[in-house]
């Protein structure tokens, strides 16, 4: 099977969509407060901004060696 681009975009909101509904029922059932949100969001935004940034590296540098495929 022949592999695909990775599609970066579509990654981080995807993993941003998935990660606010991950935390959306420790909300809701008072597992995690105001204060927790704190320190959940930015430690989210933080990972997800991570795996973009090796998603796009990794993408980079498939471009510039083409023969390793």
Do not use: Q
Not at 12 to 26: C, H, I, N, R, Y
Not at 28 to 35: C, E, F, I, P, R
């Amino acid at each position: 099977m022949k592999r695909h681009e990775t599609d970066v975009v579509s990654l981080v909101f995807g993993l941003l969509f998935l990660g606010v509904s991950a935390m959306w029922p420790f909300v809701h059932y008072d597992v995690l407060g105001l204060s927790g949100l704190e320190v959940a969001m930015p430690v989210l935004l933080v990972s997800i901004g991570l795996a973009g940034l090796l998603a796009s590296l990794s993408k980079l540098r498939r471009e510039r060696d083409p023969e390793e495929s």
